[in-house]
């Protein structure tokens, strides 16, 4: 690496926020630069070696719809996958693929390494270059100052992280890796909000001493989903079953007898847990009447014994792990081949964060990943994208871009985090968000694509298979409002079987489809009306967007209404105590969240329409 040279973004960390804001500035033309401890652990899974299920699998279509790693790196390293919730309604059913943790790795790797625009450099940052309120780059562990017109910081739990089993405890960023203390250390000085979180994993246990066949097997679906558009079934590895076992009573009593030894319970661990993904010692306590939970016995991978079971997610001391893990059907004979262990670490309040992840404080500086308190490798991978996307524009005198909440989950998630903050790690889910009948994963690329390749961040392959995939979507929807079906006609007498009342009119194709017992696949089985399209994404979209016609429309009413809060930009310079009839708490609150519309105030907990109204009327007289 020539040190003298410029780089317009430099990416600390390469976890999952960090490839994805890497590739993400390289992408679009910015020289990049990603500085990571270690490049053997890029794009590593430091918990379950999962990636997708509810919200979270929304997440990565939409990362892929804008030309992002983690879809197609899941395909290359998926080794079981399923969609969740496949007879619920469209909006809520969600891709979820157990990987390989070295394949993935690899794939993450591999694009990595074949990015124009991107350099990897294995050092620690150690410190940032800032200037009055200006950052102009980094130094490392090895004393280099690289300079950068911006920074992206994504490191993870890596901050001043602390690693804890039972009542022991040492400094480590996962088990394994090194701290990052220095940058932690330099990080507190600045004028940022900062607080501690806590998250666990579960001791791995050896296959070759597990008993499956006293537990439930679970394949994946057939046929095997694919996670990127860009992906194909050709590109997965063989694919494996998971397993699945339970806790019982005395798993729980081994349990409640170990937490004076937790750092939970005894009040070692200050930071807060995942509510969502709790320990076992928490679910035991949490939910004591329950006797016993699913554990997911879930492989590692196909080259490796090792496995993660799924729901014992725990600090308590070693030996409690042996006899836990011991307690449980299949398990009896277990070989733990890593100890569970809880994990605190520093995040910074998202708050401070403008829409496009820079930092209010310090310009030019931009956050994704845990360190803005979330967690997941999807939530991490999705702000990174934004990051490195906006870093890159700022880099070149661009204006920046973050999706709204009624174009995606990332818009939700970043809303979310900016606006209200969080106190405890941040997970996704559909509940979020408002508009779930429109954020679907089928129609990620639909949402997506097009303003992707307005930035630059999706190349020409995806854009065509796109285009095609669109103009089959249009024509075919075009083909059942133009064509009907009269009751005489011979094609009524097949669809008649199908249908819950005869047909006693003449009916187009669409409003057939529109029926609840049609399906487009069973349309097409009719002789005249079919083959229709064989490319079944674009034969899905079809589908959903005519029988779901009426409340998509209803949900695009609800969101022109309230565009015009959220296109109502709050001056920079607005003094919120100045405004005539705010009350006290109010100015507080506004204050505290420094909301930049008044869309986003409105999402303040605590805000009233009220104080909402009182607000544009100031806005208005301001001119
Ligand atoms: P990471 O994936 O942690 O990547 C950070 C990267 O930055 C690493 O490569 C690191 O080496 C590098 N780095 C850090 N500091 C520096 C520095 N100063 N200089 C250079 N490089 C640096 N998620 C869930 O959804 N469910 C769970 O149950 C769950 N449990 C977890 C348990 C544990 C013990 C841990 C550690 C994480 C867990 N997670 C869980 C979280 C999940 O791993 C993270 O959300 C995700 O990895 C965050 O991605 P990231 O890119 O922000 O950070």
Redesign the pocket.
């Known amino acids: 690496m020539n040190l003298d040279q410029h780089f317009d973004v430099i990416v600390?960390?390469?976890?999952?926020?960090?490839?994805e804001a890497a590739l993400a500035a390289a992408r679009i033309g910015s020289k990049t630069l990603l500085?990571?401890?270690?490049i053997e652990?890029?794009g590593?899974?430091?918990?379950?070696p999962a990636i997708g299920g509810i919200g979270?699998g929304h997440l990565v279509k939409e990362i892929d719809a804008l030309g992002g790693a983690m879809a197609l790196a899941t395909d290359r390293a998926g080794i079981q996958f399923r969609i969740l919730n496949a007879s619920k309604g469209p909006a809520v059913r969600a891709t979820r693929a157990q990987a390989d943790r070295a394949l993935y790795r690899a794939a993450i790797r591999q694009v990595i390494e074949n990015q124009p625009n991107l350099q990897v450099f294995q050092?620690?940052?150690?410190d940032l270059i800032v200037e009055g309120d200006q950052v102009k780059g980094v130094v490392?562990?090895m004393g280099l100052r690289l300079s950068a017109t911006t920074v992206v910081l994504?490191?993870?739990?890596?901050?001043a992280?602390q690693?804890h089993i039972g009542l022991q405890n040492y400094s480590g960023?996962?088990?394994g890796?090194?701290?990052?203390i220095?940058?932690a250390h330099r990080l507190r000085e600045l004028p940022l909000r900062i607080d501690r979180l806590k998250?666990?994993?579960p001791p791995r246990i050896d296959a070759r001493s597990v008993d499956f066949s006293v537990m439930q097997a679970q394949p994946g679906d057939t046929p095997t989903p694919v996670f990127s558009f860009m992906g194909s079934r050709d590109l997965h590895p063989q694919q494996i079953p998971c397993y699945i076992t339970h806790t019982n009573s005395e798993t729980h009593d081994i349990i409640r007898a170990g937490l004076d030894r937790s750092p939970m319970f005894t009040g070692v661990i200050e930071g807060v847990g995942?509510r969502y993904?709790p320990s076992i010692e928490d679910k035991v306590t949490r939910f004591a009447d329950k006797n016993a939970h699913q554990i997911f016995v879930e492989p590692e991978g196909l080259t490796t014994h090792e496995l993660y079971p799924n729901g014992i997610?725990t600090s308590l001391p070693f030996d409690v792990q042996v006899n836990l893990v011991r307690s449980m059907k299949g398990f009896e004979q277990a070989h733990i081949t890593r100890p569970g262990?809880?994990?605190e670490?520093d995040f910074f309040d998202p708050r401070d964060l403008k829409a496009s992840l820079e930092s209010k404080i310090i310009n030019g500086l931009f956050f994704?990943?845990?360190?803005?308190g979330?967690?997941?490798?999807?939530?991490?991978?999705a702000?990174?994208l934004i990051a490195g996307l906006n870093a890159a524009r700022q880099a070149a005198d661009l204006e920046p871009w973050s999706p709204t909440r009624d174009q995606a989950y990332l818009g939700v998630l970043i809303d979310d985090l900016a606006t209200l903050g969080t106190k405890e790690?941040y997970?996704m889910f559909t509940s979020r968000a408002e508009y779930r009948l429109l954020l679907r994963e089928d129609n990620a690329d639909i949402r997506l694509t097009e303003k992707g390749r307005e930035l630059g961040l999706v190349d020409d392959a995806r854009w065509q298979r796109f285009s095609d995939k669109m103009e089959a979507v249009e024509q075919e929807k075009q083909r059942l409002k133009d064509n009907w079906v009269h009751p005489s006609h011979a094609t009524a007498e097949q669809l008649n079987p199908l249908l819950k009342t005869p047909l006693s009119r003449e009916h187009s194709l669409e409003t057939l489809l529109r029926r609840p017992e049609m399906n487009y696949q069973d349309l097409m089985s009719i002789d005249g009306i079919g083959p229709g399209l064989d490319d079944s994404e674009a034969a899905e979209q079809v589908e959903v967007q005519i029988k779901y016609a009426g409340y998509i429309e209803r949900q695009l009413d609800e969101i022109a209404k309230q565009k015009r809060h959220e296109n109502t930009l709050l001056p920079t310079e607005l003094d919120f105590a100045q405004v005539p009839g705010l009350s006290n708490e109010v100015v507080a609150k506004l204050n505290d969240a420094k909301p930049q519309s008044v869309g986003q105030a409105s999402r303040i907990s605590g805000i009233t329409p009220a104080a909402i109204s009182v607000l544009l009327v100031h806005l208005k007289k301001m001119g």
């Open positions: 600390i960390g390469g976890g999952h926020a960090g490839t500085l990571t401890h270690n652990t890029l590593q899974m430091s918990c379950n979270k050092q620690a940052c150690d490392t562990q994504t490191t993870g739990t890596f901050l992280g690693i960023g996962r088990a890796d090194p701290p990052a220095a940058l998250t666990g994993t995942p993904c997610s262990y809880a994990i670490y994704a990943g845990q360190i803005n979330t967690t997941g490798y999807e939530e991490a991978g702000q990174g790690p997970r």
